[in-house]
Structures are given as structure tokens and as C-alpha cells.
């Protein structure tokens, strides 16, 4: 069964290109449509937690095929992969999961498990609260010294970049195990930035974050910058911080540019990410979702895939097993 195989050109608003999250939670009613052979998906904003809303009911048939035990789903995508001559991957959260960083939302995910790490990732909260800055260093002692490393997820990836197929990693994810996996950095665009770069509030300054957890391992509970004495973050983009648009403008040539747009680990709320897969899809790509559950893109699916990413995806990549 082939899904969406045509998007119908849709609104654009200032929201979908390189908004900040304080501007989105301002609009909740700010909302671009796609249509898809009959099915329209609404995307819309409303306090930070994007939703949709699908029509007509007849979309929940894509649901329950989508989520049903295809097996064959999975022989499709491996030839789909292997035929493609340009693979750009979008990856979230659940890629990294195995290598033994939680999730954010799921039910044993960081913020689910310790609200005020929901609240260090508020730009606000980190620079008037000096006691959750401390926090937040000590957390990023703990986070360097486990080390996570690539798994299998990872590393199946550099498989599609040895064969010459991999356009682009666009990647939510700030553990930059895509690059330790063997990825190019220039391949990997960083959405939201890398916790292994501290980044001064003031002048900009970025250094190794080892330097600046090195201090608070001497000490120092909350180390400022050492040319201007400025507040120190890690060099990812916070919420209400605003996001870097050669990045995004990066990414989304690179979902333009596809011609399979490989969805890994993500729910596909978060945006401006999540729009590289409309994008894609507009033009012509084919669009392959692996997740362990439902996702607010299913409706533009070709191949939906469900299960452990650590396992399904080196096959899907043609990696053999061990």
C-alpha cells in the first residue's frame, strides 16, 4: 500500500521558518495546512505543545495500518533505502535512547522524571536562577563522565554515508553521537545545538565543555566566562532562545533535496524540525517513519515502521547482523 504519494502546496507562516518558542506560545492559533490526497493536516501551536488535527475520519485507517504487525513493511523500506539515490534522516530522542540518554517526554524521560530539568531548559529560569544554573552544572559533570556512546542506530547511519546515499543527518538531538558514530560533521545539521560546547550568554564565547566542567569539578558551582564574566550555558538552544537559521535553512534544503526523507525516533512535534517532513514530501521524496509509537506526521507516511530502532534500523539500512 503506497500512502500521500502527493502533497498538495500549502500556506506558509513566519511560525514554520525561524520563530522562537516564546513567539509560538504567543500564537496558539497559528496553523499551516497540508493536504494530502484528500487528507488535510492542520499543524498548530498551542503552549509550546504543538497538536493535529486530522480530516477526514477516514485518516484513521492510515492509523490502525500503520500501527498494525506489517512485516512487510520492513522488506519494502530496505529496498526503498537501497534504491535511493539521496537519504536525508531526520533523528529525535528515541536514537539515542539505547546508548542510555533518556527521552525528554516519555514516561521514564528527563523532564518526566525531573520537572526541574524542564525549567533549566527555559531561557529565563537558567539565567535568573542561580541555584538552578548549579544544578545544571552538576548535571553535565554527571552527563560527560557516563560517556554515552553511538549504538547500533547510530552506526547503521554510517553505513548509508559509506555507500555514498546519505544527504544530510538533521538531527534534534544535542549528544553529537552522530558525529562519534563516524558521520561527517558537515552532513549533520544540529537543530538545537551540542552539550559539548559551552557558549557564553554576554560575548558568544564557545570552548570545549570538558574546560568549563572541569572548573565546577575544582569548585567552581557556577563558572563564568573567562573573557567578559558573563552567564555560561551549554551551546544548545533553549526554549524562548531563538534558533540559528542557517541551521534550519540547512535542514530544510536538505529535506528538499531527498529523495527518501527517513524519520527515526522522533514523535515529530517539535518544529521547525518536525516541518522537514512536509517539505520533503512536497518535493517528491518518499517518506519512511521509524518510531516506536504514533507520530503528528503519520499522515504523510509512505512506510511507517514500528519497533526497537537500535534493531530495525541497521536493517533497514542493510547492515547484516552480527
Given at each position: 500500500?503506497?500512502?500521500?504519494?502527493?502533497?498538495?502546496?500549502?500556506?506558509?507562516t513566519g511560525?514554520?521558518?525561524?520563530?522562537?518558542?516564546?513567539?509560538r506560545?504567543?500564537?496558539?492559533?497559528?496553523?499551516?495546512?497540508?493536504?494530502?490526497?484528500?487528507?488535510?493536516?492542520?499543524l498548530?501551536w498551542?503552549?509550546?505543545?504543538p497538536?493535529?488535527v486530522?480530516e477526514?475520519?477516514?485518516?484513521?485507517?492510515?492509523?490502525?495500518?500503520?500501527?498494525?504487525?506489517?512485516?512487510?513493511?520492513?522488506?519494502?523500506?530496505?529496498?526503498l533505502?537501497a534504491?535511493?539515490?539521496r537519504?536525508?534522516v531526520?533523528t529525535?530522542a528515541g536514537?539515542?535512547?539505547?546508548?542510555?540518554i533518556?527521552?525528554?517526554?516519555?514516561?521514564n524521560?528527563?523532564?518526566?522524571r525531573?520537572?526541574?530539568s524542564?525549567?533549566a531548559?527555559?531561557?529565563?529560569?537558567y539565567l535568573?536562577?542561580e541555584?538552578?544554573?548549579?544544578?545544571?552544572?552538576?548535571n553535565?559533570?554527571r552527563?560527560l563522565g557516563?560517556?554515552?556512546?553511538p549504538?547500533?542506530?547510530?552506526?547503521a547511519?554510517?553505513?548509508?554515508?559509506?555507500?555514498g546515499?546519505?544527504r544530510?543527518?538533521?538531527?534534534?538531538?544535542?549528544?553529537?553521537?552522530?558525529q562519534?558514530s563516524g558521520?561527517?560533521p558537515?552532513?549533520?545539521?544540529?537543530?538545537?545545538?551540542n552539550?559539548h560546547?559551552?557558549?557564553c550568554?554576554?560575548c558568544g564565547d564557545?570552548r570545549?565543555?570538558?574546560?568549563?566542567?572541569?572548573r565546577?569539578?575544582d569548585g567552581?558551582?557556577?563558572?563564568?566566562c573567562v573573557?567578559c564574566g558573563?552567564i555560561?550555558k551549554?551551546?544548545?538552544?533553549?526554549?524562548?532562545?531563538?534558533?540559528?537559521?542557517?541551521?534550519?535553512e540547512?535542514?530544510?534544503?536538505?529535506?528538499?533535496?531527498c529523495?527518501v526523507?527517513?524519520?527515526?525516533g522522533?514523535?515529530?512535534?517539535?518544529?521547525?524540525?518536525a516541518?522537514?517532513v512536509p517539505r520533503?514530501?512536497?518535493?517528491?521524496?518518499?517518506?519512511?517513519?521509524?518510531?516506536?509509537g504514533?507520530?503528528e506526521?503519520?499522515a504523510?507516511?509512505?512506510?511507517?515502521?514500528?519497533g526497537d530502532?537500535?534493531?530495525?534500523?541497521?536493517r533497514l539500512?542493510?547492515v547484516?547482523?552480527a
Amino acid at each position: 500500500m503506497r500512502r500521500n504519494s502527493h502533497v498538495a502546496e500549502g500556506p506558509r507562516t513566519g511560525s514554520q521558518n525561524h520563530s522562537t518558542y516564546a513567539e509560538r506560545a504567543e500564537n496558539p492559533t497559528d496553523s499551516t495546512v497540508w493536504s494530502c490526497q484528500g487528507t488535510t493536516v492542520r499543524l498548530s501551536w498551542c503552549e509550546f505543545t504543538p497538536w493535529c488535527v486530522h480530516e477526514p475520519a477516514e485518516v484513521a485507517h492510515y492509523f490502525s495500518y500503520m500501527m498494525s504487525d506489517d512485516t512487510n513493511s520492513v522488506a519494502r523500506v530496505e529496498v526503498l533505502i537501497a534504491a535511493a539515490r539521496r537519504v536525508t534522516v531526520l533523528t529525535g530522542a528515541g536514537i539515542s535512547t539505547a546508548s542510555g540518554i533518556p527521552d525528554f517526554r516519555g514516561p521514564n524521560g528527563l523532564w518526566t522524571r525531573d520537572p526541574d530539568s524542564q525549567r533549566a531548559a527555559t531561557l529565563r529560569h537558567y539565567l535568573n536562577d542561580e541555584e538552578l544554573r548549579k544544578r545544571s552544572w552538576q548535571n553535565r559533570v554527571r552527563w560527560l563522565g557516563s560517556d554515552p556512546l553511538p549504538n547500533d542506530g547510530h552506526k547503521a547511519l554510517v553505513r548509508l554515508h559509506e555507500r555514498g546515499q546519505l544527504r544530510a543527518i538533521v538531527t534534534q538531538n544535542v549528544d553529537g553521537l552522530h558525529q562519534r558514530s563516524g558521520i561527517e560533521p558537515h552532513l549533520v545539521h544540529e537543530v538545537h545545538g551540542n552539550l559539548h560546547r559551552s557558549r557564553c550568554w554576554e560575548c558568544g564565547d564557545r570552548r570545549p565543555m570538558t574546560q568549563a566542567v572541569q572548573r565546577v569539578i575544582d569548585g567552581d558551582p557556577d563558572p563564568r566566562c573567562v573573557l567578559c564574566g558573563g552567564i555560561l550555558k551549554s551551546d544548545t538552544i533553549l526554549f524562548e532562545e531563538p534558533l540559528i537559521p542557517e541551521v534550519i535553512e540547512a535542514a530544510y534544503a536538505a529535506s528538499e533535496s531527498c529523495d527518501v526523507l527517513l524519520a527515526v525516533g522522533s514523535t515529530l512535534g517539535v518544529y521547525p524540525a518536525a516541518y522537514c517532513v512536509p517539505r520533503a514530501k512536497e518535493a517528491g521524496a518518499r517518506i519512511v517513519i521509524v518510531n516506536g509509537g504514533p507520530t503528528e506526521m503519520d499522515a504523510l507516511a509512505d512506510e511507517f515502521v514500528t519497533g526497537d530502532i537500535n534493531t530495525v534500523l541497521p536493517r533497514l539500512c542493510g547492515v547484516q547482523p552480527a
